[in-house]
């Protein structure tokens, strides 16, 4: 049997191109997975271990704990080392003229040790020279030659002089250094940042080169017992890449989340792979009935049928196996080389492991096999001289119909059971579980809901004439097949309705939630600040500046006048004008009047005591319905209290760090602290112009960015997030989704194979080729569209419920259907069915009524 099997894969090849096509995407995206994650884990170990380049050997201490400082002396005592690195970091803030970024400060290494690629000018060797990553000294429009000023933001540190840069440097493709201004500076300046500590984050040690490195590591252990036990304890001497894999599964936590997300998805194109595998199988087997009963008739006996069926089905799934692996690694391949290009993924890494090979063979041979075995065996019960019979719709009044009907309700209504509890309790673990077992019961339920669906809908392409009708009949003419293909993108399209649905939900509830915290769109915070106590200065600004900057409506300024009462936790209140308050408040309800503390909703008590210059006053309060608010009195009211005494203001910078003897240089609270603005953006400004307008009032200001904040702001943050997230996982599903079309194509391709005698005889009564490819069109978007409209339905529950248990912690879930996406799905689902009946229509038009009509 095993010529046989070959022989029908060598004769008819093209009918199983459908088979090798779904085998192969699915094998595909397994092995991707897989290779994603050790890629990811490979860049990853690749850019930290660009930091250990020229080391043998790496001390570090227990996490974010660092090395003793006096380990340094140490192991230079060692004979067989030959240089030592004690690695020190700070993290400031640059100011380069009006701009203030995060920076790194790192300190050098001496030249054995010394990993940073000097690109322009020189590394820096004064006390008062840094180097600038020539990414960020692009950004920051910084030279060679040029000052910048650092400034730890610590009470107790004097913001450093001028600092000039003496060259640039690579950009370090640690990722610990990642969004931030990389600046390797002398020791000094990085202990001036950190308080005059010496921090050590770890020791790189040099060997000699004809030292044994693991010989000089537990020379270093031992020297490591010198040390106070303190001091000593969880320190670890590791080679440089043990200590690169330590660092990688400590940023990973030991857990490989994306790949596990990615094996998810992998997994639903695995499934409905297998459902157009059997399928296809399944109208193969009953197109060679008289084949197999000839074989019967012959000898053949019913495990050799069975296993030439599990033959055809091994080399297939081999064959297309082996394409779908190299089809990963191809693609990943390209990637990879793209993202080398750029100056965030120059170290990326192709890595494909064992498993990537083995499991993406093993799936797609087994899942070939599995999806064969039920049409091998009903191949098995061909009797000779059996005639070509459709099968019919599943009966429930039949065995097998009786327990599948009964499995699809107990695994729909135990499902459905999970889903509510989780979409109740806000549990999204019983959420997902039930949402996964009772989408199984309606796959199983589907041979008795499909058909008949089919059946409904077909009634309405009978108006098209002849053809209409005619494949209105055809496409649920074997209902097993058409259930089959319509099960396969179900699957897909009920997946990607339920993530667009949840994400707009999201979308709608975290956009109401924002609203409801924030009374205003945007806050740009200490502008005009003296930059006292380690404090970066802050930029200068007025309402009409801030009112040119395109976007923005209307403008208040909030000025900070006094302190409660201690017993009152010694807030800052500020003080507005209410008109101009009243212009940029979302809440109409809002309103500020003389002789009162707007408060925020957190805020929960009748009155408040102000500590004033002209004495103690107490106000009551009326508390606001949002959480990110200040308390604010009206500038008459701030005017009678006389703004805050000496002595409160002098306690209140005090408190922060500074000299009680500065209080009186700094005057007021908004001299020291500077002003607030309070803005509302013309309605309508969609992400991209929010975050322009964010860019223009950090400019024209002159504060940083991080200073800009408020709900507009935090909405596009969302709503990025959310876009990202649903363009990722609808990219995921498309896989499922082709794969499941490519099934629709086959059941056409086949059911054209099969009916060609009978589409001849149509032709030969005056069928036309127009009529004939409309009628095989008609078929598919029956088939397509029914199986798109059930999805769409099933995945709009799943998106409302899967929202629910998702959100109800985070929000107050706000439900909205995105009746324009939706209707996209099922419009490109149509568009795709038709477009899969146009090759099959194509060859049944172009086969002559008398060549079919002789055809076996």
Sequence with gaps: MLQVALAQLRVHARRFIAVGLAVMLGVAFVSAALTVGATTKATLGASIGASYAKADLVVSGPEGLGVPPAAVGTFEALPEVTAVYGLERAYAQLTTGSRTSSAALTSTAPGELDTAEVTQGSAPSGPNEVALDSASAARLEVAPGDTVAIDAGGPSTDPAGALTVTGLTAPSPDPNLADT??????????RAATGGDTIVRHIQLAVAPDADPAAVAAAASAALNDLPADQREGVIVRTAAEQTTADVASLSNGDDILTAILLAFAAVSVLVAGLVISNTFSVLVAQRTRELALLRTIGAERRQIRRSVLIEAGVVGLVASALGVLLAVGVLAVLVGLARRTDVGSVAVLAVPPSAVVAGLAVGVLMTLIAAVVPARAATRVAPLAALRPSGPADAKSRGGKVRLAAGL???????????????????????AGGGLSFLGVVLLAPFFVPF????????????????????????????????????????????????????????SFDAELAENFAVDVEVSGLGASGAAGRTPGGTADAQTLLGVEGVKSAVELTPVVLTSDADGGRLVYAADPEELAAVLRSQDTVLTDGIVLAPQTLQQPEITLKGANGPTTLPVTATDSTFFVPLITEATAERLGGTPPDALDAFIGGTGESSGQAAANGTLADYLGTTFWLQLDDGLDGPAVSKVKSQLAAVTGVPEYQVSGSAIERVA????????LLIVTALLAVAVLIALIGVANTLSLSVLERRRENSLLRALGLTKAQLRGMLAVEAVLIAGVAALLGTVLGIGYGVLGAQSALRELATVQLSLPVGQIAAVLAVAVAAGLLASVLPARRAARLSPVAGLAAD
Excluded: F, H, K
């Excluded at 201004?181 to 990085?190: F, I, K, M, N």
């Design 181 to 190: 201004v990389q600046v390797l500076a002398p020791a000094s300046l990085v």
């Design 410 to 432: 107990l695994a729909v209504v135990a499902g459905g059971g999970l889903l509510a509890l989780g979409a109740s309790s806000a549990g999204l673990v019983p959420a997902v």
């Design 453 to 508: 669906s089919v059946a409904a809908v077909g009634r309405l392409a009978r108006p098209l004439g002849v053809a209409g009708q005619l494949a209105s009949l055809n496409a649920v003419r074997n209902p097993a097949r058409t259930t089959a293909s319509s099960s396969a993108l179900i699957v897909g399209v009920t997946l990607v309705t339920m993530m667009i649905v949840g994400a707009q939900t999201a979308r709608t």
């Design 718 to 725: 969302y709503n990025e997030i959310i876009d990202l997230l």
